[in-house]
């Protein structure tokens, strides 16, 4: 599977768009990308979720450019409680690679600190 | 509020105990996994099972033995642990078959601690 790369650490201000980058430049046509985010103590928290279209939820939005090399997670309107790790993941879908299926590839993640 | 359920959350022991951690889900998802994770690090992914059965094991030492006894069930039997054992023990679950491209959903850990 496809590696990530993200910056180590962001700075962002409570109220105020968050923008985490992620740099996928290996990923094949069949990889997904994952967004994950685990706040301290607590088990990772599925965010979203998409292959090559933007995607929107309740929590973030996804934008993947056109050559899937890279996206962007929006958190809208950052709040303190979206300070966490966030981990950005591409891993193919199972009935592809059933060798390999159900394997989650975390790397080093994003540690995303939230300021008033 | 997770709908993977982990117990205990926080667990000490001997390098001579034996333990069990246990891990349940009602989603109706049939696939569920077990991660370790040490402080500060990422995930690492130590069992796979697909409908109860055994389908990815990372080279994980015996001394960690997974268990499915039906599809809403994980357990990892624990026995002479070393003290390097101790971290974060993560279960997730997600569905599986055409929806493979499904994400999994984490339980928030069992902190083990061996003496």
């Known amino acids: 599977d496809a590696k990530t790369t993200q910056p180590t650490s962001m700075d962002c201000a409570e109220g105020r768009a968050a923008n985490l980058p992620c740099n996928h430049s290996t990923i094949s046509g069949n990889e997904y990308v994952y967004w994950y985010r685990q706040i301290h103590s607590q088990g990772p928290q599925y965010i979203i979720h998409?292959?090559?279209n933007n995607e929107t939820n309740e929590m973030a939005s996804l934008i993947i450019t056109e050559d899937r090399k890279s996206s962007t997670l929006i958190l809208p309107h950052a709040t303190l409680r979206d300070t966490a790790v966030y981990y950005c993941i591409v891993r193919v879908a199972g009935w592809l690679r059933p060798d390999s299926w159900g394997k989650f590839q975390f790397g080093a993640g994003t540690q995303v600190v939230v300021t008033p | 509020d997770t709908e993977v359920t982990q117990t205990p959350k926080h667990l000490v022991m001997g390098m001579t105990n034996k333990k069990s951690l246990k891990c349940e889900q009602h989603?109706?998802?049939?696939?569920m996994y077990w991660y370790k994770q040490k402080a500060k690090k990422p995930p690492e992914l130590m069992f796979v099972y697909s409908y109860e059965k055994l389908s990815i094991n990372e080279s994980v030492p015996s001394r960690f033995s997974p268990e499915c006894p039906n599809s809403s069930l994980l357990n990892l039997h624990l026995h002479a642990l070393q003290p390097e054992d101790s971290a974060l023990y993560l279960c997730?679950?997600?569905?599986?078959?055409?929806?493979?491209?499904?994400?999994?959903?984490f339980g928030d850990g069992t902190r083990l601690s061996i003496l």
């Open positions: 997730a679950s997600s569905q599986e078959g055409s929806y493979s491209n499904q994400p999994q959903h």
């Open positions: 998409g292959l090559k």
């Open positions: 989603m109706g998802h049939r696939a």
